[in-house]
């Protein structure tokens, strides 16, 4: 698993123009973040951790805006300076939703073991 969170870092560093400047590093912290939570995981029920399901969602996400922009699908206009506000937020959002989804896990494993006792 380590080596899809080395691909996905070079994957942003490659979409963001082989840039070498603060707004890569800011970029790939969903990543690290991700990383960091993957190592903290119980291995033997990892598909019914809330962990894992925020990693899952933080690195869909990621993947989401990247290519959305890398790719300007939508014709999302990137070349105005409007749409460079989005490497500054998406990092915040990504990593918001990441928590929202842990949340709601947490939540459905709530109550499915209220419901089964």
């Known amino acids: 698993m380590n080596v899809l969170f080395i ?3 070079i ?3 490659v979409s963001m123009g082989f840039d070498t400047n603060l707004f890569v590093l ?4 969903p990543i690290v973040i991700s990383a960091f939570s993957f190592h903290e995981l ?3 029920a990892i598909y019914k951790n809330s962990n894992f399901h925020m990693i899952i969602s933080i690195l869909l996400m ?3 805006f990247h290519a959305i922009m890398y790719f300007d699908i939508g014709k999302a206009a990137t070349g ?3 749409s460079a506000l989005e490497y500054i ?4 959002y990504s990593v918001c939703f990441g928590i929202l989804v842990y949340f709601i896990s947490k939540l459905f494993k709530l109550v ?3 419901l089964k006792t």
Do not use: Q
């Open 7 to 9: 691909v996905l870092a």
């Open 11 to 13: 994957l942003t560093f």
């Open 26 to 29: 800011w970029n790939i912290v």
């Open 42 to 44: 119980d291995r033997k």
């Open 62 to 64: 990621h993947v989401y």
């Open 80 to 82: 105005s300076s409007t």
């Open 89 to 92: 937020f998406f990092p915040i």
């Open 112 to 114: 499915s073991n209220k």
